[in-house]
């Protein structure tokens, strides 16, 4: 159980919280999650089991200035940090205490970001700062996190840190907790936290996992144990081949540079916007319901899938992968299905072996007739390898065969190409889950801000209920929408501030204000009913 203490006085009162808990018998372990101060630290490890630091606000105030530190400088501010750094430590060698160092995409310090950037590597080297100062007082009861609102962000950041520390030794093989912060709520935050959880799981990468959502904590749940039910236990050991190359970067996304084929009025391939196939039979099913007045919106069915030009291989087979060599022209090609292989390591197979002038056509299952048992395992499923091999740059277009409902499954595939940034049709949002150092409603207002802005299509919206993650994990956002103290707001163009202490109830408004001087307002257009 994680409880939040942004003060002294906070994590003073855990000794009572902690105390009320046992003596009702209730004996799960206590995390005490601490950003800014250090004495909040030092007190809440009197008390509890865990404490989770942020490398990048523990004893650093970013101002997000540009300047060059020599290595003087940055070897005195890494003096002040042990100064600080090295009495908590201290204290939960003593008491047993466990520690997560765990590093966010949107608070890295001024020191890390203007020598290492805004990048997985700045977040990787902010954790191992902290790291050595613990290993320097023999204290080794900690473990990593690397989390990220960006999907693609996230997953380099934590393979990144896997193989530094490989090669730290293996006296450095510390346990490693996955998320992806301020994922949403709804059907998108759940694709989120599938696509960059379950492409770590594949690797092999993760002990114990978090799924952040903007909905009462008790929903995250369901969604985290469905996430190692469908993902990890069915993963198995990645296929490879000894001196194999893999096809993409593991640190950092290049899109696959692959030939192009065109089909059904559509060009795949190249820098051409990854497709959508769905069957002949769900095609018909939305042609219907288009026909009888219904507006599909932006989810539109664009391949069916019986009729792509497609040449199915099973990608261990070298005779067949050399035929396929042999072709004068490019081939949009696909992993065949019951080949007893996890499709995220069959089409990464594939794609190592693959001449790269083919063009690969993405299955979210390999199994087509092993269907998920509820529409919740099909969503992740599907987002998992999907949304996985295409963060790792692979694939062309996509066949979603999980979900079966033709609404739902159009939807579906077009949200995870979203989620993993391949395709934007509609507002993207930033939210994070609610904490106590929330300043309003997360989800009430997440909720109105969706209502008044869900039409403009392309424009980032962050939604921040406190500033410690606020002004950085904005940093690719268009706007933010931040708590700025009870009952007021700040709003932001990118990371930076620019109107302050908004009274709540005009703060939405004032938002739209904020887009329209910004030259990204439109009135929203009345539509028909979309495609259920």
Not at 133 to 156: E, L, Q, T
Not at 340 to 357: I, S
Not at 440 to 447: C, I
Request: aromatic share 6%.
């Amino acid at each position: 159980m994680s409880i939040t203490a942004p003060t002294v006085k906070d994590a003073a009162n855990l000794e009572h919280i902690v105390a009320g808990l046992r003596a009702k018998g209730i004996q799960v372990p206590i995390v005490a999650d601490i950003h800014f101060k250090p004495d909040a630290a030092f007190e809440a490890a009197k008390w509890v089991e865990k404490v989770r630091i942020n490398p990048g606000n523990y004893a650093d105030k970013k101002r997000f200035d540009v300047r060059e530190y020599t290595d003087a400088e940055y070897s005195a501010e890494l003096d002040r940090i042990r100064e600080k750094f090295v009495p908590l430590v201290e204290l939960c060698k003593a008491r047993g205490v466990a520690m997560r160092i765990g590093t966010n995409h949107g608070s890295l310090s001024d020191r890390i970001m203007n020598r290492y950037g805004d990048s997985p590597l700045g977040m990787v080297e902010s954790a191992l700062e902290f790291a050595r100062i613990a290993r320097d007082c023999d204290y080794h009861a900690f473990v990593f996190s690397m989390k990220a609102s960006n999907p693609k962000v996230m997953i380099g950041a934590y393979r990144l840190l896997v193989a530094r520390l490989n090669e730290l030794g293996a006296d450095w093989n510390y346990p490693v907790h996955l998320g992806v912060t301020e994922a949403g709520d709804g059907e998108d935050g759940r694709i989120k936290s599938a696509i960059g959880i379950g492409s770590l799981l594949a690797d092999g990468i993760g002990d114990t996992i978090r799924v952040s959502l903007t909905e009462d904590s008790v929903h995250e749940i369901p969604v985290a144990q469905a996430l190692v039910r469908e993902i990890s236990v069915k993963a198995g050991a990645p296929v490879t081949e000894s001196g194999l190359p893999t096809a993409y970067d593991p640190y950092e996304y290049h899109r696959r540079d692959a030939g192009q084929v065109s089909t059904q009025g559509f060009t795949l391939g190249g820098t051409d916007l990854l497709r959508v196939a769905l069957s002949r039979e769900q095609h018909k099913a939305l042609e219907a319901k288009t026909q009888g007045g219904i507006d599909p919106g932006e989810y539109r069915a664009e391949l069916v899938a019986e009729d792509l030009p497609v040449i199915a291989v099973d990608p261990r087979d070298t005779a067949s992968v050399a035929a396929l060599h042999r072709e004068t022209q490019p081939c949009l090609v696909t992993v065949a299905d019951d080949l007893g292989l996890n499709p995220v390591h069959a089409f990464r197979l594939l794609a190592a072996h693959l001449d790269p002038r083919h063009p690969i056509l993405l299955k979210d299952t390999l199994t087509p007739a092993r269907l998920p048992a509820s529409a919740l395992d099909a969503l992740l499923r599907s987002s998992a390898v999907l949304g996985s091999l295409i963060c790792d740059g692979i694939g062309d277009a996509l066949f979603l065969r999980n979900e079966t409902a033709p609404g739902a499954a159009i939807r579906l595939a077009y949200n995870i190409l979203q989620a993993a940034g391949a395709r934007i049709f509609k507002t993207d949002y930033v939210a994070c889950p609610s904490c106590g150092r929330t300043l309003f409603n997360l989800q009430e207002t997440t909720a109105r801000i969706k209502e008044a802005t869900a039409h403009l299509k392309g424009v980032k919206i962050a939604i921040m209920g406190c500033i410690v993650n606020g002004p950085g994990e904005m940093a690719d956002a268009d706007f933010g929408y931040v708590g700025g103290a009870p009952n007021k707001i700040n709003l932001y163009v990118g990371k930076k501030a620019v109107k302050f202490n908004i009274p709540e109830a005009e703060a939405v408004s004032r938002l739209k204000e904020l887009i329209g001087e910004h030259g990204k307002w439109v009135d929203p257009v009345p539509s028909a009913s979309p495609v259920a």
